[in-house]
């Protein structure tokens, strides 16, 4: 088969998914919490125990509001908890420096550390890349916040 007319058939394929009338997205429907809870029960290995899950969601009567307020007021306190981290790897900690810069003041030449701090060093640089990217996304979904009240709004409503 010439490749204008795998071209062809494929172009053909495209055109007729994507022009297909009859396609329309489903209604959502209402759940129903004890079906739901009986459904992913029946679902699960005999040997686990569906205590081992989240499975109820919000609670009823909760405010969006007071959830968003909650959520926001936790990840807050993460991201504190990721400066202080950070802080201590890599940063200028006021109690005796960072890690990294204690590591480079034992880097000298004739220094037993000197192998050691040469290695650790570039391997701590890359953790506080890493946790400042998880701090960075955290602070993203504290900035959405609004956008994650509608949200619960929706899914409590």
Do not use: C, H
Request: overall charge negative; glycine content about 8%; aromatic content about 4%.
């Amino acid at each position: 088969m010439s490749n204008t007319k795998i071209q062809d058939l494929f172009e053909k394929a495209l055109l007729e998914e994507e022009f297909t009338p009859n396609r329309v997205r489903p209604k959502r429907r209402r759940i129903d919490p004890a079906a739901d809870k009986e459904s992913f029960e029946q679902s699960l290995d005999n040997d686990t125990d569906p205590a081992d899950f989240e499975t109820e969601g919000f609670k009823e009567g909760a405010s969006p509001e007071d959830l968003t307020a909650k959520i926001v007021g936790t990840l807050k306190g993460k991201v504190d908890r990721i400066e202080e981290m950070v802080s201590e790897l890599n940063g200028t900690s006021s109690e005796g420096g960072s890690l990294n810069s204690y590591l480079a003041s034992i880097d000298k030449a004739d220094s037993v550390g000197s192998e050691l701090s040469g290695k650790l060093r570039p391997v701590i640089t890359k953790a506080t890349i890493a946790i400042r990217t998880v701090q960075e996304n955290l602070n993203a979904i504290i900035g959405a916040s609004p956008a994650l009240e509608r949200k619960i709004a929706a899914l409590t409503g």
